[in-house]
């Protein structure tokens, strides 16, 4: 079986890739699915060696896999709120990442924030919240890119970035 989600629609190019991915997965098994993308959160750090070794896999399965790792979600839904809490949380994701040699295409700044499962904030709160995660992230790694907001499902009100579902920063 082959699965290749890629097809060009134009100017948006649809990924075949993983949201969420705790392994490690044999390489070779999935050179087959071809992950072009995979967003992973804080789990990679609950067993270190099991997060490398998945990290590894999916880069020896394409070396130029996109990787973004979740910058808040509902482990973290109210950290935000005490600004230098946040500050110091994103600082320490950005040190592990950097101690275990595992560098993220991007940093996505909240799972679902349209969510109060995952954001307990206000629409302007979450923009406040994506100005101090960039700039604290870059105070650490200028050349870091982000992502915002990821959103669950399509609604006429979401409001976060409406005109332009995701936005890299």
């Known amino acids: 079986v082959t699965v290749d989600g890629k097809q060009s629609t134009g100017t948006i190019k649809k990924l075949n890739g993983f949201l969420t991915f705790d392994g490690p997965f044999d390489p070779d098994a999935l ?8 967003r992973t959160s804080w789990f990679m750090y609950r067993d270190p060696d099991k997060g490398l070794s998945t990290y590894q896999s999916f880069k020896q399965a394409n070396p130029n ?4 790792f979740i910058l808040g979600d509902d482990s973290s ?3 935000w709120r005490d600004g230098t809490k946040w500050e110091e949380f994103v600082k ?3 040190a592990i990442s950097k101690q275990l040699n595992m560098p993220y295409d991007y940093w996505d700044i ?15 709160q979450f923009y406040e919240v994506v100005k101090r995660t960039i ?5 650490v790694d200028p050349q ?5 907001p990821s959103v669950a ?10 005109d332009k579902k995701h936005a890299v920063f």
Do not use: C, M
């Open 92 to 94: 320490a994701h950005f």
């Open 31 to 38: 050179k087959a699915l071809r992950p072009d993308f995979w």
């Open 135 to 139: 700039q604290t992230g870059r105070s």
């Open 153 to 162: 499902g399509f609604y006429d009100d979401i409001g976060l970035n409406a």
């Open 144 to 148: 870091a890119k982000f992502a915002a």
């Open 110 to 124: 909240w799972s679902e924030p349209n969510s109060d499962f995952f954001f307990t904030g206000s629409r302007e």
């Open 65 to 68: 896999v996109k990787v973004t």
């Open 77 to 79: 839904k109210d950290l």
